[in-house]
């Protein structure tokens, strides 16, 4: 079966350092990529996503994740973590085309630590 | 306005009761799903219904029965509700091959 694998349940970083999240997707027909952060609480905000062309992608909030087809992963990084990043981020892979379910991760959980 | 709406937000209730919930969309799109969040946080895929015609029914209990009115409605309706079905429920839309947008969720408490 088709999977999403975020590697890391739960990181910390300090306020104005830098951050990379995980994915990683099993092989499989074409894939479109988001990343979602959901707040305490809070529904489902899409950060950003790949469906083709330029495999660095650039999202809100300062957020930009990086296509590498040969590793199959999918990693959302930002330069400089704001203590309002704090929060729950989800991966997401929809498998070919059409009105494709998404597959999520089982989600990072992110703390930032003034 | 809210793109993806749900109501209730919070829904309280005994086991054995039937309860539904409620999704609207105002964004013109053509598919809705529906997707169960448990209490590890884990998102899973439920139904997906496209133009009113269901095109996704995951292994989810019969207990469940998605309902869609018109393009812009897809209802969930719960028969005799169990603890394990106590999770957050999330509708989406979206357009064809497009990006999925997300309700505000529907937290489901079963006592």
């Known amino acids: 079966a088709q999977s999403v694998t975020q590697p890391d349940i739960h990181i910390t970083v300090s306020e104005g350092a830098s951050l990379e999240l995980r994915c990683n997707y099993s092989?499989?027909?074409?894939?479109?990529l988001f990343w979602y952060v959901q707040s305490p609480g809070q529904g489902l905000q899409l950060l950003l996503k790949?469906?083709?062309?330029d495999t660095l992608v650039q999202g809100i909030k300062g957020f930009e994740a990086e296509f590498k087809r040969s590793q199959s992963s999918f990693n959302l990084r930002k330069p400089s973590v704001h203590w309002s990043d704090a929060a729950e981020y989800f991966c997401?892979?929809?498998w070919g085309t059409g009105r494709r379910a998404l597959t999520f991760g089982s989600g990072t959980r992110l703390q930032v630590q003034p | 306005d809210t793109a993806v709406s749900q109501t209730p937000k919070y829904l309280v209730t005994q086991m054995g009761n039937d309860k539904s919930i409620k999704c609207e969309q105002n964004l013109g799109h053509d598919t809705m799903y529906w997707y169960k969040q448990d209490s590890k946080k884990f998102l899973k895929i439920m139904f997906s219904y496209n133009n009113k015609e269901l095109i996704i029914n995951e292994t989810v209990p019969n207990r469940f029965s998605p309902k869609s009115p018109d393009k812009a409605h897809l209802n969930l309706h719960i028969n005799s509700l169990e603890l394990g079905d106590s999770a957050v429920y999330f509708c989406a839309s979206t357009p064809q091959g497009g990006t999925q947008y997300f309700g505000p969720g529907t937290r489901l408490t079963v006592l």
């Open positions: 790949y469906f083709s062309g």
């Open positions: 092989y499989g027909a074409t894939p479109y």
């Open positions: 997401a892979v929809a």
